[in-house]
C-alpha cells in the first residue's frame, strides 16, 4: 500500500490540526494503521493507531485527550486531528500501515509501508 501524508504546518501553542494520510489500492480494510513522529535529533516516537476495522484505537499517553485517530475505510483514509498543540508536538509526522496485524499496535516493527512525513510545527 502507498501511504500519502498531509495536513501539516504552523500552529500556535492551543491550536489545533487534522492530519490526513491517503492509502491507494482496495484493500485498505485490511491494514491497521498508525501515526507517529520524529522530532528535531530525537528517534521516531508512536502516536497513536487504529485496527483494521477502526473499533479499537490506541494512543501514547502525551496525546491521550488531545489527538483522536480515525479510519475510514470507504475513502482508504486515516486521519489524525490534533487539539491542544504544544511546541513539544512538533515533529514530522508520519502515517504508516500494517498488513500483518488487526490490532491497534505501537510496535514500529509491526508496520511494514510508510508515507513520507508531514511536518507540524508549534509555536509557542
Known amino acids: 500500500v502507498q501511504l500519502q501524508a498531509s495536513g501539516g504546518g504552523l500552529v500556535q501553542a492551543g491550536g489545533s490540526l487534522r492530519l490526513s494520510c491517503a492509502a491507494s489500492g482496495r484493500t485498505f480494510s485490511s491494514y491497521t494503521m498508525g501515526w507517529f513522529r520524529q522530532a528535531p535529533g530525537k528517534d521516531r516516537e508512536f502516536v497513536a493507531a487504529?485496527?483494521?476495522?477502526?473499533?479499537?484505537?490506541m494512543y501514547a499517553d502525551f496525546v491521550k485527550g488531545r489527538f483522536t485517530v480515525d479510519k475510514d475505510n470507504a475513502k482508504n483514509t486515516v486521519s489524525l486531528r490534533m487539539n491542544g498543540l504544544k511546541p513539544e508536538d512538533t515533529a514530522v509526522y508520519y502515517c504508516a500501515a500494517s498488513g500483518t496485524v488487526y490490532y491497534a499496535s505501537r510496535r514500529e516493527t509491526d508496520f511494514d509501508s510508510w508515507g513520507q512525513g508531514t511536518l507540524v510545527t508549534v509555536s509557542s
Open positions: 487504529i485496527s483494521r476495522s477502526g473499533s479499537t484505537t
